[in-house]
């Protein structure tokens, strides 16, 4: 589990983020920091992997946190999320190695491609000794690839929001059948085959035909594939 840690003074928006991190697997609060002094000690005592970080809070910001994290040597990764949008700031939380920046007020959905991002870079790094060049540029390098995909529009009837329930969903089991997509999720066996079918089109998922007792069944497994997707969910 990744542990991450809160830094924003205002503790509605607070409360909206931890709710926002709930609703992602992989991922353990640990705490709300609501100053910058009030999350030095806590990064310092407890093992945090990540911090979601304001700038703009009283007392010292959160860049200058960034930088105090660079400065001490902490092996804790920052998503800067904050109403900051002038690029003095921008520029400054990338230099000190900000991996996303999040502009106030966001959907859930560009919330979740970041975690789901960093999750998956997260395990890459901490599950394996060593990366040849090839997985290092498609699996670590490839942010700046995906920010010059061209957005594409989905299907007529399909929705990011449902389409990302089932991504994530597909994500923890092998292979499955469009029924039991539909009674993980409670969306509708038809609306789940729709979603299916594209996912296949775009060679996401790999589909076979089943025989057995009564009517022959359509498995699906994931063949991969899955940076395609980030065009049709930006």
Same mark, same amino acid.
């Given at each position: 589990? #990744?542990?991450?840690?809160?830094?924003?003074? %205002?503790?509605?928006?607070?409360?909206?983020?931890?709710?926002?991190?709930?609703?992602?697997?992989?991922? *353990?609060?640990?705490? #709300?920091?609501?100053?910058?002094?009030?999350?030095?000690?806590m990064m310092e005592e407890k093992d945090i992997q990540l911090v979601l970080?304001?700038?703009?809070?009283?007392?010292?910001?959160?860049?200058?946190?960034?930088?105090?994290?660079?400065?001490?040597?902490?092996?804790?990764?920052? #998503?800067? #999320? $904050?109403?900051?949008?002038?690029? %003095?700031?921008?520029?400054?939380?990338?230099?000190?190695?900000?991996? %996303?920046?999040?502009?106030?007020? =966001?959907?859930?959905? @560009? =919330?979740?491609?970041?975690?789901? @991002?960093?999750?998956?870079?997260?395990?890459?790094?901490?599950?394996?000794?060593?990366?040849?060049?090839?997985?290092?540029? *498609?699996?670590?390098?490839?942010?700046? *690839?995906?920010?010059?995909?061209?957005?594409?529009?989905?299907?007529?009837?399909?929705?990011?929001? $449902?389409?990302?329930?089932?991504?994530?969903?597909?994500?923890?089991?092998?292979? +499955?059948?469009?029924?039991?997509?539909?009674?993980?999720t409670t969306i509708s066996r038809v609306s789940v085959r729709k979603y299916?079918? +594209?996912?296949?089109?775009?060679?996401?998922?790999?589909?076979?035909?089943?025989?057995?007792?009564? @009517?022959?069944?359509?498995?699906?497994?994931?063949?991969?594939?899955? %940076?395609?997707?980030?065009?049709?969910?930006?």
């Open positions: 589990m #990744i542990k991450v840690l809160i830094v924003e003074d %205002d503790p509605m928006v607070a409360e909206f983020n931890k709710r926002y991190l709930s609703k992602i697997d992989g991922y *353990q609060f640990v705490d #709300i920091a609501y100053s910058v002094e009030e999350a030095i000690p970080l304001d700038v703009y809070m009283p007392g010292q910001n959160g860049l200058e946190l960034l930088t105090t994290i660079r400065e001490k040597g902490l092996t804790i990764d920052v #998503i800067l #999320i $904050t109403a900051a949008t002038d690029t %003095d700031n921008i520029q400054s939380a990338l230099h000190y190695g900000a991996i %996303d920046y999040l502009i106030k007020p =966001f959907e859930f959905i @560009r =919330f979740q491609q970041a975690l789901m @991002r960093y999750k998956e870079k997260f395990e890459i790094l901490h599950k394996r000794e060593s990366l040849n060049q090839e997985e290092l540029d *498609q699996k670590l390098l490839h942010s700046e *690839q995906i920010k010059n995909i061209e957005k594409k529009t989905l299907p007529k009837g399909l929705t990011k929001s $449902t389409l990302c329930v089932i991504i994530d969903t597909i994500k923890k089991v092998k292979s +499955f059948s469009t029924d039991e997509i539909a009674d993980y299916l079918m +594209f996912l296949v089109e775009i060679e996401v998922l790999e589909e076979t035909l089943t025989y057995g007792i009564g @009517r022959p069944v359509y498995q699906y497994s994931l063949k991969g594939n899955m %940076d395609i997707l980030e065009a049709y969910l930006q």
